[in-house]
């Protein structure tokens, strides 16, 4: 069995002992798309991540890593929820994002109110929901309380990161809207709870020192940023057959990537005066979107993003290759961290 069909047996496994504890009465629809969401898809990295720091660190396999590794699948789930609410997106992975799908069921049903508004609430519980089980499986995943101690130490400021983050992307959409500003808020928001924590959580629950929790930082947080990136790319040149999302939501959003602030300091007056009339416009239709795409092409944006990619998995691929983690456990991290990057969803 693969690791990943490991960490999605672990998830089922879970889910199914959540469903004797919801309460009786209580509606289970919103629990039943949970279940759906959370093993629907997903390319598993953080589990990955975590599993192979843990084994850097001397960790023998074993169900106890694959479980708590899982875990952050559920912590994940929570962050894509939210994120999906505050940017408005009407998709994930190919199907309605979860406020969409409660606002459409709403709206079926011939229910009282504001059907956007009922969307909204209940994914923000689904959302609150998957942080709580995400903290109880990994607490819950069969390791010593030391063990768990341990690695929930970096699982908190995890956390504390993502919701940071957030806050930051959500200042910064009305702030200078610089390069420097966005590549923060990726650091934070996405790219380090993507690579570098998950990895320092699996190092930490194997007992490493402070050592290889730097090494993974050096090769994590450069990493999770070229990850980042792309992900910006993909959501206004992917193809969303592939994506699973549409690609005008980013412009229609008026997202404040390293994508477009580069566009936006190397434009001229005339695509300056465009960028202002299109980015942004919630009515954005194919052809504005198309001549915003135009423009972050002719201004070097695109290229200079890609210079980006490219420096930041080098990087980390040099931190890595200068550390003295076990042959094995490095060949695994540089294909996860080309899989990470290159990859057209």
């Known amino acids: ?41 997903g390319k598993r990295l953080r589990p990955m991540f975590c599993y192979w720091g843990w084994r850097s660190a001397g960790g023998e396999d074993g169900p106890g890593i694959v479980t708590a590794a899982a875990a952050l699948e559920i912590f994940h789930a929570f962050a894509l929820i939210h994120d999906d609410i505050m940017d408005g997106s009407e998709r994930r992975r190919g199907e309605p994002s979860v406020h969409a799908l409660f606002a459409d069921l709403h709206t079926r049903s011939a229910w009282r109110g504001d059907a956007a508004s009922y969307g909204r609430n209940t994914a923000l519980l689904c959302g609150d929901l998957c942080a709580a089980w995400a903290d109880q499986m990994f ?67 194997a007992g490493a020192g402070d050592d290889l929790l730097d090494t993974y930082a050096a090769f994590g947080d450069p990493l999770g940023d070229a990850f980042q990136l792309r992900d910006d790319v993909l959501g206004v040149f992917g193809d969303p057959v592939v994506t699973g999302k549409p690609i005008l939501d980013d412009l229609r959003e008026g997202k404040r990537t390293v994508l477009m602030a580069l566009a936006r300091e190397a434009a001229d007056h005339r695509q300056t005066a465009r960028i202002r009339a299109l980015f942004g416009r919630a009515d954005l239709d194919e052809e504005g979107a198309a001549e915003l795409r135009r423009i972050i092409i002719d201004t070097g944006a695109l290229d200079g993003v890609e210079r980006l990619i490219k420096l930041r998995v080098e990087s980390a691929l040099a931190a890595l290759a200068g550390s003295p983690i076990p042959a094995e456990v490095a060949a695994r991290l540089t294909a996860l961290a080309h899989e990470t990057v290159d990859r057209q969803r």
Do not use: H, N
């Open 1 to 41: 069995m693969t690791l990943r069909a490991r960490f999605d047996d672990r998830l089922a496994d879970f889910l199914s002992g959540q469903g004797p504890q919801w309460p009786e009465g209580a509606p289970r629809g919103l629990f039943s798309t949970l279940q759906r969401f959370l093993l629907s898809g």
């Open 139 to 205: 607490q819950s995943c069969g390791l010593s309380d030391e063990q768990v101690s341990r690695g929930y130490a970096v699982y908190g400021a995890m956390r504390t990161e993502v919701i940071a983050g957030q806050y930051l992307d959500l200042v910064s959409g009305v702030g200078d809207g610089s390069a420097a500003s966005a590549l923060t808020v990726i650091r934070l928001k996405a790219a380090r709870y993507t690579v570098t924590r998950p990895l320092q959580i699996g190092a930490a629950l």
